[in-house]
């Protein structure tokens, strides 16, 4: 059973940084992506970057160089740094690990608030 568990949130001024974290318990997949998902109260839920077990990655245009997504496989976590950020990234923030037909599995999600 694959487990994940997130850490990072926070308030932060605008400008600011924040580094997400997703610690992930389990086996993968030879094939996997894992994701980084936001929403923001009253829209749906986005994509804000993904990296797939090929090496692929990528990030939503309105996040593109401010945000990085990476991994420690390691130490089995994720990690989504948020750097200048702004008001509208102020969302719950979620890590999916999507293991193909193994499944898609979810963390609790983290808040990031980015406000004076």
């Known amino acids: 059973q694959v487990q994940l568990v997130e850490s990072g949130g926070g308030l932060v001024q605008p400008g600011g940084s924040l580094r997400l974290s997703c610690v992930y318990t389990?086996?993968?997949?030879?094939?996997?992506?894992m994701n980084w998902y936001r929403q923001a109260p009253g829209k749906e839920r986005e994509l804000v970057a993904l990296?797939?077990?090929?090496?692929?990655?990528q990030e939503a245009d309105s996040v593109k160089g401010r945000f990085t997504i990476s991994r420690d496989s390691a130490k089995n976590t994720m990690y989504l740094q948020m750097n200048s950020l702004k008001p509208e990234d102020t969302a719950i923030y979620y890590c999916?690990?999507?293991?193909?037909?193994?499944?898609?599995?979810w963390g609790q999600g983290t808040q990031v608030t980015v406000s004076s």
């Open positions: 389990g086996s993968l997949t030879r094939f996997y992506t």
């Open positions: 999916n690990l999507d293991l193909g037909s193994m499944g898609t599995y």
């Open positions: 990296f797939t077990s090929g090496g692929y990655v």
